[in-house]
């Protein structure tokens, strides 16, 4: 193990991995790429995600680059849950469906829920996730959510982004937010905020407003029933 993985594992309270199977192992995803991490990290709890992201930020401002790639069960096509740095990954332990409300039909989950075993649990209930993507067996509700899945019955119920409430998110500084839909009102005042939020916010406005005319200019959807490439037509700035 290197000296950062043994850093790492002196400080959290997952596991920490180096070894050459296992960096062999989860060096693809379902793409056709292959990118060799160069530990793996299996987090138990928030806490642990935070204090990873941290001590990355940290060797960042020192110039010492350290990315974190989140990950699932890997089953992306497009490379996306692969990575130099540390791969995050999240089904060994943050796992669980921990609350369901069936009288307003909102569930939280931690991201390493299997989209199935999540569905097989609602189901009871009489409730159930419409977009179905085709790798339902074993994709995460996490890596779910990070593509805006869809599959089988989104035509009629739509695609991931209709059904999320909010997030817990965990930024590159280690700082915890929680994200929902804003008012104009909301995100001035998250802009109002001095920390790494306010910072990513007051910059994410920024784009979209320097950049309006040309997000609207070619923000017209073709004419399919699903599309998930390009801009989505934008009707006000968040």
Same mark, same amino acid.
């Given at each position: 193990?290197?000296?950062?993985?043994?850093y790492l594992q002196e400080h959290i309270v997952?596991?920490?991995?180096?070894?050459?199977g296992i960096r062999k192992y989860f060096s693809t995803d379902g793409s056709i790429f292959e990118v060799a991490p160069s530990m793996v990290v299996?987090?138990?709890?928030?806490? #642990?995600? /935070? %204090?990873?992201?941290?001590?990355?930020?940290?060797?960042?401002?020192? !110039?010492?680059?350290?990315?974190?790639?989140?990950?699932?069960?890997?089953?992306d096509q497009t490379g996306a849950a692969i990575g130099k740095g540390v791969v995050m990954v999240f089904p060994a332990h943050m796992n669980r469906?921990?609350?369901?409300?069936?009288?307003?039909?909102?569930?939280?989950?931690?991201?390493?829920?299997?989209y199935l075993a999540f569905?097989?649990?609602?189901?009871?209930?009489?409730?159930f996730l419409p977009p179905y993507p085709s790798s339902i067996d074993y994709a995460t509700i996490g890596g779910s959510i990070a593509n805006n899945a869809a599959g089988e019955k989104t035509v009629?119920?739509? #695609?991931? /982004? %209709?059904?999320?409430?909010?997030?817990?998110?965990?930024?590159?500084? !280690?700082?915890?937010?929680?994200t929902s839909r804003l008012s104009k009102r909301d995100l001035n005042r998250k802009k109002g905020l001095t920390n790494f939020e306010g910072e990513m916010y007051r910059q994410l406005d920024g784009l979209i407003t320097d950049n309006w005319d040309l997000i609207q200019q070619h923000a017209e959807l073709p004419g399919v029933s699903k599309n998930s490439a390009g801009y989505r037509k934008v009707h006000s700035v968040l």
């Open positions: 193990m290197n000296k950062v993985a043994n997952g596991e920490v991995l180096s070894s050459a299996y987090p138990k709890n928030v806490s #642990d995600v /935070r %204090k990873v992201a941290r001590f990355s930020w940290q060797l960042a401002e020192k !110039g010492h680059v350290l990315p974190i790639t989140a990950r699932g069960r890997g089953s469906l921990l609350e369901l409300d069936t009288k307003q039909r909102l569930a939280r989950v931690q991201p390493g829920l299997n569905q097989e649990a609602v189901r009871t209930h009489g409730l009629k119920y739509g #695609d991931t /982004r %209709k059904y999320i409430e909010g997030l817990e998110v965990v930024l590159a500084d !280690g700082e915890l937010i929680q």
